[in-house]
Nanobody
């Protein structure tokens, strides 16, 4: 059974930075595209995606501020978030990209941005 554990969220001021991490159990990580999603509240949106080979893409709202990366040897996904804005506040989740309708989401990690 695959398990993902997100961490690194917290409270930060506008303009600050955070680095999120997601550790993944199981053997599927290195062969799959992975993404960071956020939900605040309502619909869960994909904000960054990285292919198994390391090619990254971003939602327009975070482009130039967020950087997704992965360490396949450590089965870990990262999201470096710089110049945070109040509208970035959300619960962030990692999952395969696409996640599929039957994907069981982790608990996520909460990011709060004070103005």
């Amino acid at each position: 059974q695959v398990q993902l554990v997100e961490s690194g969220g917290g409270l930060v001021q506008t303009g600050g930075s955070l680095r999120l991490s997601c550790t993944v159990s199981g053997s599927f990580f290195s062969n799959n595209a992975m993404g960071w999603y956020r939900q605040n509240p309502g619909k869960r949106d994909l904000v960054a995606i990285i292919s198994s080979g390391g090619r990254a893409d971003y939602a327009d709202s975070v482009k130039g501020r967020f950087t997704i990366s992965r360490d396949n040897a450590k089965n870990t996904l990262y999201l470096q978030m710089n110049n945070l804005k109040p509208e970035d506040a959300a619960t962030y989740y990692c999952a395969p990209a696409p996640a599929g309708p039957t994907w069981v989401w982790g608990k996520g990690t909460l990011v709060t941005v004070s103005s």
